[in-house]
């Protein structure tokens, strides 16, 4: 099947469509939630908990995500979804209960799954093989200033409007963000006979199937819940909260250091080098007891690891995999991070109760030796062959 051109106009489309998916998803509650509160009664976790139930039915989701692509393509995928996310929005605004609350965030998270990253990376993967790597940088650096734009633009619209009114400009934004995806190529993938063969399912394969399940998984629980709680963290050595703005410059600028890399940075060592770089940058904030700037340099360091999280997470199964695979393998193998972003808030804010910032910090500390140990043996195991996967063809 002859790949569709990759215009110039697409990184950058689909990262506007990106910065707008999540800053009126995921964000939304960050800026919404207080005047929310005030003017429902609801409380903070039950306001919280629809984000939580909308990352649960993203996970139920997952598996099929990859038929969807292929049945009726990746634009019209990702179009959907995004239709769906401002849908909700409407609902939101117009909800008086919780029990609508949870329904319209049930909505939001079918609309996440086939609009954010994870599906528009697949749909990326499909059209262009290999070639996506490189636009998927480039769309994670407009995608990762969703926090940087929407936090501060929440805000504004509620000095000038209630949440309501706001929840109705965010669904403009989604109706804009839709027509973004009109760059993206249409192109479904053709049906595969249930009567065709399938190569034998490799060793090798199957361990490296485990392997990036686990080490995404834990990754994906550290960086929400360390992302989540980090006002608490700046507070907690006397740091204005304003010195979270690190983490977004750091999450940016890693971004853009990936995309002028080049090729010669592959995703197996990108995540090598982010992977060793993780309890290193803890040891950073483990020791803000005794030197406050380094409170800072971990905010700003945990910023450009997590910054180069989604990159990894979306690149590395182009190494470890056939391309024509991507959706079918990330739509199972990406289940337990799913699951691991839905409880890693609670579970923070429990460790953060029982044990403090600084007791959390050093149980993240102990996962990311984990994370790094995992990394090591991707990379040992791909080191000891260059050829393709073997059984590539039938790991799922």
């Known amino acids: 099947m002859t790949s569709p ?77 995004t239709l769906l996310i401002a849908t909700s929005c409407v609902a939101m605004a117009y909800c008086q209960s919780l029990v609508g609350w949870y329904l319209a965030w049930a909505v939001t998270g079918i609309g ?17 093989g290999q070639q996506a790597r490189r636009t ?82 834990l990754i994906t629980f550290v960086s929400n819940g360390t992302s989540t709680h980090l006002p608490e963290f700046i507070a907690s050595v006397g740091l204005p909260v304003a010195i979270g703005m690190l983490w977004g410059i750091g999450q940016t600028g890693a971004r853009f250091l990936e995309v002028v890399a080049g090729n010669g940075l592959t995703p197996l060592r990108l995540a090598l080098v982010t992977a060793l770089a993780m309890p290193v940058c803890f040891l950073l904030g483990l020791s803000s007891s005794f030197y406050l700037w380094s409170a800072a340099g971990f905010v700003l360091g945990y910023g450009a690891i997590n910054g180069l999280v ?15 695979e991507y959706a079918k393998r990330t739509g199972v193998l990406l289940i337990p991070a799913q699951l691991m972003a839905a409880a890693s808030p609670l579970a923070y804010a429990w460790l953060n109760r029982i044990s403090g910032t600084i007791g959390a910090m050093w149980v993240s500390w ?4 984990v994370i790094a140990g995992l990394a090591v043996m991707l990379w040992m195991g791909q080191r000891e062959t260059k050829k393709p996967p073997e059984g590539s063809e039938g790991f799922i």
């Open 366 to 369: 102990g996962l990311t030796l």
């Open 5 to 81: 051109v990759l215009t110039r106009a697409i990184p950058f489309t689909l990262g506007c469509n990106q910065l707008i998916n999540w800053g009126i998803s995921f964000y939304m509650p960050g800026t919404l939630a207080r005047a929310l509160a005030a003017d429902t009664g609801w409380s903070s976790p039950e306001i919280y908990s629809g984000l939580t139930l909308a990352m649960l039915v993203m996970a139920a989701l997952s598996p099929l995500v990859a038929h969807l692509l292929a049945l009726i393509g990746g634009q019209r995928t990702v179009m959907i979804g």
């Open 112 to 128: 996440m799954r086939l609009s954010l990253y994870d599906a528009l990376f697949a749909a990326l993967v499909n059209l262009y």
């Open 136 to 217: 998927i940088s480039r769309v994670t650096l407009a995608g990762g200033l969703a926090s940087v734009v929407f936090w501060p633009l929440g805000e504004a619209l509620l000095t000038l409007m209630s949440w309501r009114e706001a929840l109705l400009v965010y669904a403009l934004f989604g109706l804009l963000s839709a027509a973004l995806t009109r760059s993206l190529p249409n192109q479904t993938l053709p049906a595969v006979s249930k009567h065709q063969p399938t190569a034998p399912v490799g060793v090798k394969t199957r361990r490296n199937g485990w392997l990036y399940a686990a080490f995404i998984a």
């Open 310 to 324: 989604t990159i990894v997470k979306a690149t590395l199964p182009l190494q470890l995999f056939a391309p024509e």
